[in-house]
């Protein structure tokens, strides 16, 4: 089944190209059942590639899904062509009276800066509060994995001697658990950061439960009210090339950066990166989608408390 996006989102040429099955609103319309509603806050700086990663692994289900996309008042993206902006974006102002299935919020380029120091904080903060009673499931993705941990649960964060940069192999802690049924025993995840939160801190916090995690990368995935809560500390929903991008773009800004690790054959960054993280990338989408959304969530979702 489709994912349900604005007509006109420039993510659907691009992933019908893909043969993956994309339907817009209009012919959405004529569908006979509730669709899953999904709200992403999208912090990337590069909106349209991080729409179209979102939706190339929401699309790898069954289920029909609708998407709303969030933006933050209190700031104005620098990479995004500001009509992008308003004819895709809705402010939360113009969200809150809604409710949701589920939702995502990626990460953004505010790592190094504390948590209060970020322009939209006080915004943010309110998306979270507004988010346990309007919203069924919360994924959250790299900075809004710290992010949140903080705001809910006051897990801090630590700053990396240098950027955790490259593909890392991780285990977990359950393969029953819903979210990693179909795992294997190790498998692989982009990271992109320069901060991390630590283990013995989550572990402190009977609500939370480390349910991956990496010798080389730490603690992977956090699970918290049975699911309703998934933190995400790297980027499964990268594409092939992202950090490729990241790299070279780093390297043309003279940005100190080190060759992401695990990532080119023979550490050459002039070839095919190499993708081991795309089985795990679908299930755990596939997995949340169906397991902490679809399963779970009132057919009526003005029941959701």
Aim: proline residues 6%.
């Amino acid at each position: 089944m489709p994912v349900n996006v604005p007509d006109k989102l420039p993510a659907i040429k691009i992933l019908e190209e893909e043969n993956i099955f994309v339907m817009d609103e209009t012919r959405a319309l004529h569908q006979d059942i509730r669709p899953l509603k999904i709200i992403i806050l999208n912090l990337m700086p590069l909106k349209v590639s991080t729409e179209t990663d979102l939706l190339r692994l929401l699309s790898n289900s069954p289920l029909q899904i609708e998407i709303d996309f969030m933006k933050m008042s209190g700031y104005t993206p620098k990479n995004t062509p500001a009509e992008h902006m308003k004819q895709f974006y809705r402010s939360f102002d113009e969200l809150r009276g809604k409710k949701y299935d589920g939702l995502i919020i990626t990460g953004a380029p505010v790592e190094l800066l504390p948590f209060e120091k970020v322009t939209y904080w006080s915004e943010f903060k309110e998306v979270l509060n507004w988010a346990d009673t309007h919203v069924y499931s919360s994924l959250f993705i790299c900075w809004a994995a710290q992010a949140g941990l903080f705001h809910y649960y006051n897990i801090p964060k630590y700053e990396l001697p240098q950027k955790l940069f490259g593909v890392f192999e991780h285990t977990h802690a359950d393969m029953h658990l819903p979210i990693l049924r179909g795992f294997d025993d190790r498998f692989f995840m982009p990271h992109s950061r320069y901060t991390e939160v630590r283990a013995a801190d989550v572990e402190k916090v009977k609500e939370l439960q480390v349910i991956a995690h990496s010798e080389d990368a730490g603690v992977a995935m956090v699970k918290a009210k049975n699911g309703r809560q998934l933190f995400l500390t790297g980027h499964l929903e990268y594409s092939r090339f992202t950090l490729d991008k990241e790299y070279k773009r780093d390297r043309r800004k003279k940005i100190p950066i080190q060759i992401p690790q695990n990532y080119y054959p023979g550490n050459d960054s002039s070839g095919t990166p190499c993708m081991r993280w795309g089985s795990a990338a679908n299930l755990l989408f596939a997995n949340w989608l169906n397991y902490y959304v679809y399963q779970e969530t009132p057919y009526n979702l003005e029941e959701i408390s």
